[in-house]
């Protein structure tokens, strides 16, 4: 019993990594492209190798366009050789409001705000539980997907 609680705690913790990070910030820059499906990913981590993408400015108007054989790219806008960021001139299209991402978000933000202990993979597979930490930046990123998505 107490294996399936953990493991479905697990799950939704996952689910909320995976959804919340639609739409993290990253400071000042975050990487956007198109997943397999032709849906809008924003990332504080570039895309899966041989991914087209931008990195976005928050901070100011400037935006890199990334071919898929150029690999990542560093998150800052500071111009360097081979970084060099134009100036955007179009506003980002209004997000779809998405029904399925506001129930998760909704689901995810309540896990969050519970006393119940939530583990989730770090890169190399192994299980650790969420410091409060990051319990607040993924609330945050719960908080800030409902309020894209839900009405």
């Given at each position: 019993m107490k294996g399936a609680i953990q493991a479905g705690l697990?799950?939704?913790?996952l689910a909320a990594l995976a959804?919340?990070?639609l739409y993290a910030d990253a400071g000042?820059?975050?990487?956007?492209?198109?997943?397999?499906?032709?849906?809008?990913?924003?990332?504080?981590?570039?895309?899966?190798a041989g991914t087209p993408y931008?990195?976005?400015?928050?901070?100011?108007?400037?935006?890199?366009?990334?071919?898929?054989?150029?690999?990542?790219v560093p998150a800052t806008t500071e111009p360097t050789v081979g970084n060099e960021f134009d100036q955007v001139k179009t506003k980002p299209?209004?997000?779809?409001?998405?029904?399925?991402?506001?129930?998760?978000?909704?689901?995810?933000?309540?896990?969050?705000?519970?006393k119940v202990l939530i583990q989730i993979r770090d890169d190399q597979g192994e299980l650790h539980p969420l410091s409060q930490?990051?319990?607040?930046?993924?609330r945050k990123q719960a908080e800030a997907t409902i309020a894209i998505h839900c009405d």
């Open positions: 697990v799950a939704a913790t959804f919340g990070s000042n820059t975050y990487y956007r492209w198109l997943d397999a499906r032709g849906n809008p990913v924003n990332s504080d981590r570039p895309p899966p931008d990195v976005i400015s928050t901070g100011s108007n400037l935006m890199r366009q990334v071919g898929p054989d150029e690999g990542a299209q209004p997000v779809k409001k998405n029904p399925e991402q506001c129930k998760r978000a909704r689901e995810n933000l309540e896990t969050l705000n519970s930490e990051e319990k607040e930046v993924q």
